[in-house]
């Protein structure tokens, strides 16, 4: 009841993390969080409230809300002469529903958005766990200009070679996985 009430009542809110291109020192890219406002109420964040939107059937309807409000700020940014490359994160259930993806190409194409500058993030646990499907698609959206992007790589048990047969231009490194890197020990042979 409460996530139904946060969409009524607009208690979610965008986040936009920036990407520094190490080049140059510029932002290139913005990677979209969301974010629940629940007032004076104990915060939760969205590792634990997106699985359950999933779950309960609601996580189009933020998802919409969502694309809406990055539409949004990115039609305000390129009026301010700024054309960055945002991200956000989709679910299997969304990119497997046939209606999501005809909605999403809609609002897209009826804002004149560049898709070139859209991404859509997915987590290597669900792109192995949803199979040829799911490449399917994201091989689609790819050949159609959109960015597909590897979240969180590290935190599941798939290794590169499996994570290769899918699409992707970009692969975030969850930062657990870099942390480890210096625990390894080096074995001389």
Do not use: C, H
């Amino acid at each position: 009841g409460s996530l139904n009430n946060a969409i009524i009542n607009n208690e979610f809110y965008l986040v936009y993390q920036p990407i520094i291109n190490i080049k140059d020192n510029l932002v290139s890219d913005a990677e979209v969080l969301l974010r629940w406002n629940r007032g004076k109420r104990e915060p939760v964040g969205p590792q634990m409230f997106i699985p359950i939107a999933e779950q309960i059937g609601l996580i189009n309807q933020i998802t919409k809300w969502i694309l809406k409000k990055v539409i949004t700020q990115k039609n305000q940014w390129e009026k301010d002469g700024l054309k960055i490359m945002t991200s956000i994160n989709v679910t299997s259930r969304e990119l497997n529903d046939e209606n999501f993806r005809k909605w999403a190409k809609n609002i897209i194409e009826e804002n004149n958005i560049d898709k070139y500058t859209l991404g859509f993030e997915i987590t290597e646990r669900v792109i192995i766990k949803n199979g040829e499907k799911l490449r399917n698609i994201l091989l689609e959206l790819r050949e159609k200009g959109y960015k597909i992007l590897i979240d969180d790589f590290g935190t599941g048990y798939n290794s590169l070679m499996a994570v290769s047969q899918i699409p992707f231009e970009i692969i975030k490194i969850d930062k657990y996985f870099t942390d480890r890197l210096a625990e390894l020990e080096i074995i001389q042979l």
